[in-house]
């Protein structure tokens, strides 16, 4: 079980580390659905319910936000409250340790990047969420999910560096070069 665990581990981490890259908003949420279904599997088949409960409602919210998003309504604040609230509740019932809390942290991180429009604040709370979930992936013995996380980590740095600072350094580049003329 720990083998199949850590080989369902890598094949979410090359999906993550594939989704941070993609350029839209869209794009990269449904690559995480595709990569949580394969954590939820490695996370049942360690023990770790905490991290797959989580898991599990983060694919029912990614695919409902997604679905209003498509009707060009964006995510009510009070569904963000709810999705909120479900985590908590879920943090509750599993808990066993202060490790537990981590997933919930993460999964609250990631609620608040549905309300996100700019890929570059997406990318940022990802950020958060990877660091929340690499610690506890380590402490879990989810070690291919760790290393999963850590590449999610340095992928969506290169995709900040990329899509985000680079193309603020062009503009102030090129207001400068206006200002000055």
């Not at 360690?46 to 797959?52: D, Q």
């Not at 990631?110 to 380590?138: A, H």
Request: contains cysteine.
């Amino acid at each position: 079980m720990f083998i199949l665990a850590q080989i369902l581990s890598l094949i979410a981490m090359v999906i993550n580390v594939v989704a941070v890259q993609l350029k839209t908003k869209k794009q990269i949420l449904l690559s995480i659905v595709a990569a949580n279904i394969f954590f939820v599997t490695s996370y049942i088949l360690l023990g770790a319910y905490t991290g797959a409960l989580t898991c599990i409602i983060l694919i029912s919210v990614i695919i409902i936000n997604t679905i209003l998003e498509d009707k060009g309504k964006k995510t009510p604040k009070i569904l963000i409250g709810i999705y909120s609230i479900i985590y908590i509740v879920i943090g509750i019932i599993t808990f066993n340790s202060l490790i537990d809390i981590l997933p919930i942290i993460a999964s609250i991180l990631f609620i608040v990047t549905l309300r996100q429009e700019k890929e570059k604040y997406v990318r940022l709370l990802i950020l958060g969420n990877s660091i929340s979930w690499i610690i506890y992936d380590f402490i879990v013995s989810a070690y291919l999910t760790s290393i999963s996380d850590l590449f999610t980590i340095v992928s969506t740095i290169t995709a900040i560096y990329r899509y985000d600072i680079k193309k603020e350094v062009k503009e102030n580049e090129a207001n400068t070069s206006i200002e000055s003329q």
